[in-house]
């Protein structure tokens, strides 16, 4: 018999692969199947990202847990392995040090809970038995893994089943498809949340329709970004459109949708969408002057390859292909999440297109940071997305369309701004 409680191996890994180290999927993957390896019963997974370094997490299992915390940034893992009964924890060791890549580690074993130093307590638990019953450990063990979006003052977080269904680090990005018990399957761009099947409609019915309505009459759209299709899907909803021209830089991105998120990117196969992949500030540069109704900026936030989409350059250039009471319509960011570049933004507009000419339609996301976010305006003519008089016309393209989000009282408030936007946007 152990003269000890329980078994605990304090454990430093080194020299680990940082991509590992920063996977939450693959971490909480490899410590449950350790605990396995060396006999455990698993009965709890509970793991963190914190974007956009570090992972947090514990297994808990009949024997006791192991934890881990992470540091990818240095290729380090701190790792607990607490044990008890006949368990041995070494297995579990030598198999984390073979998963993380670990170049170097330390480890020191300690007996915990000595036996002669203890006196057992002899006590009913006949009352108990029947609560304990209700706790008893499902055929397969609960999971418990969350990812986080954030930024240096404030994160969104969404638990997740820890399934992984695409994971490509492309030229430009790494694409993933997860999947969230709440909002479904969710496209991450760079540890970013994109999409999500519960709530994708809110943005893609927001950037499309108010933009359709106020115009009129668009023919020729172009879509830059938008790479999971819904943009492109909600515009050619509507029949008086004869071309539109999507141009993504990642090809990544439309693979994993339409794989993965076929009700999103559901329009690709249409015959009146000429896709492109390639560089969309490239195409706007070298795009003939006066050639689009409407062009539309589906980019991610200003890092990574949608950091141009937010230069002047950038939007003379869709001011200049623009047609003559034409529109442009931006992602502009959440005035309460990322400020400097939803101000920055819209300045360039006023500049470009005038300052009554660069209204801001607010919306709501659940997924996205905050929940409030932008779209920004740039209108090449007189027509007012506030002041639309087409209203019967919208309500029966919503009634017969069923969209879930837009409508033409939506559309009209979606204009008021409140007064700390104001301040924001008028200096």
């Not at 893992?77 to 984390?96: K, N, P």
């Not at 997860?178 to 950037?207: A, C, N, Q, V």
């Not at 172009?222 to 909803?237: M, N, S, Y």
């Not at 009554?356 to 007012?384: C, D, H, I, R």
Request: hydrophobic share 40%; net charge negative.
């Amino acid at each position: 018999m152990s003269n000890a409680l329980g078994n605990h191996i304090l454990v430093e890994f080194m020299g680990c692969d940082p991509h590992i180290m920063n996977d939450v999927s693959s971490i909480e993957r490899d410590m449950v199947d350790a605990a396995l390896k060396a006999g455990a019963t698993v009965i709890n997974s509970t793991f963190h990202h914190f974007s956009p370094y570090g992972v947090s997490g514990v297994v808990v299992i009949q024997e006791s847990h192991l934890a881990i915390h992470t540091w990818p940034e240095y290729g380090y893992a701190a790792v607990d392995l607490f044990t008890c009964g006949e368990m041995d924890a070494w297995i579990s060791f030598d198999y984390l040090k073979e998963c993380f890549g670990a170049k170097n580690y330390s480890a020191l074993e300690m007996k915990r809970g000595a036996v002669q130093l203890l006196t057992r307590n002899d006590f009913d638990i006949s009352s108990m038995r029947q609560k304990a019953s209700e706790w008893s450990n499902p055929e397969m063990y609960t999971r418990n893994v969350w990812f986080t979006d954030k930024d240096d003052n404030q994160a969104l977080s969404l638990r997740y089943t820890g399934e992984v269904f695409f994971d490509v680090q492309s030229p430009f990005q790494r694409v993933r498809i997860l999947e969230s018990p709440k909002y479904g399957k969710l496209l991450t761009l760079d540890d970013m949340f994109m999409t999500t099947e519960k709530d994708e409609f809110h943005y893609h019915e927001m950037i499309s329709h108010p933009a359709m309505f106020t115009h009129g009459n668009a023919k020729n759209i172009l879509v830059i970004g938008g790479g999971d299709g819904g943009t492109v899907r909600e515009f050619l909803r509507h029949e008086g459109v004869e071309k539109v021209t999507m141009v993504e830089i990642d090809g990544e991105v439309i693979k994993a949708c339409k794989e993965h998120l076929p009700s999103i990117a559901a329009s690709f196969d249409h015959p009146k969408l000429n896709l492109i992949v390639g560089d969309g500030i490239a195409f706007a540069k070298e795009a003939a002057n006066e050639s689009f109704d409407l062009v539309i900026v589906d980019g991610s936030d200003p890092v990574g390859p949608a950091e141009g989409l937010f230069s002047v350059e950038f939007y003379r250039n869709c001011h200049r292909i623009l047609k003559p009471g034409g529109i442009l319509v931006a992602q502009g960011e959440s005035p309460k999440f990322n400020e400097q570049a939803f101000t920055e933004l819209n300045i360039t507009l006023q500049h470009i297109f005038g300052k009554e000419n660069a209204p801001v339609s607010l919306f709501f996301v659940p997924t996205y940071p905050t929940g409030m976010w932008s779209f920004q305006y740039g209108l090449k003519g007189s027509a007012q997305p506030k002041a639309i008089t087409n209203e019967a016309e919208i309500e029966n393209f919503v009634n017969a369309k069923g969209l879930k989000y837009y409508n033409s009282d939506i559309h009209k408030a979606s204009f008021a701004l409140p007064n700390f936007v104001k301040s924001l946007i008028n200096g």
